[in-house]
C-alpha cells in the first residue's frame, strides 16, 4: 500500500487547511485510514480516524469540533479539515493505513498502523 499526503502549507492563526492522503495498491473495503502529527522534541499523536467502510470516525478529543475527517471512496482518498488553526497545531502531518480491525481506543496508537505515508509539514505562523 502506498499512502501520499499532500496539502500541508502556512497558515495565519484561526486559519484552515485541508489536507489529502490518497492510498493506492490494494482493495480497500476493510481498511482503516488515520491522521497522526509530529511537532519537533514531541512524540507522534494521533489526529482522527475514519473506516474506508462504513461511518466509524474517531477523533483526538482535544481537537474534535476543530479538525473533521472525511472520505471518498472512489478516490481511496482521505482529507483533514482543519479550522480555527493554532500555533500549537504546528506539526508535521502523516497518514496511515492498516487493515487490521482496530477500534476507538486501538486506532490511536501509531504501532497498529502498518502504512505510512511521508509527512506533510503544516506551519501556523503569523
Known amino acids: 500500500v502506498q499512502l501520499q499526503a499532500s496539502g500541508g502549507g502556512l497558515v495565519q492563526p484561526g486559519g484552515s487547511l485541508t489536507l489529502s492522503c490518497a492510498a493506492s495498491?490494494?482493495?480497500?473495503?476493510?481498511?482503516?485510514m488515520a491522521w497522526f502529527r509530529q511537532a519537533p522534541g514531541k512524540e507522534r499523536e494521533f489526529v482522527a480516524a475514519?473506516?474506508?467502510?462504513?461511518?466509524?470516525?474517531y477523533y483526538a478529543d482535544s481537537l474534535k469540533g476543530r479538525f473533521t475527517i472525511s472520505k471518498d471512496r472512489a478516490k481511496n482518498t482521505m482529507y483533514l479539515q482543519m479550522n480555527g488553526l493554532k500555533s500549537e497545531d504546528t506539526a508535521e502531518y502523516y497518514c496511515?493505513?492498516?487493515?487490521?480491525?482496530?477500534?476507538?481506543?486501538?486506532?490511536?496508537?501509531?504501532?497498529?498502523?502498518?502504512?505510512w505515508g511521508l509527512g506533510t509539514l503544516v506551519t501556523v505562523s503569523s
Open positions: 496511515a493505513g492498516t487493515s487490521r480491525g482496530l477500534i476507538s481506543t486501538t486506532a490511536r496508537l501509531p504501532r497498529n498502523y502498518d502504512s
Open positions: 475514519i473506516k474506508m467502510s462504513g461511518g466509524s470516525i
Open positions: 495498491g490494494r482493495a480497500f473495503n476493510n481498511y482503516i
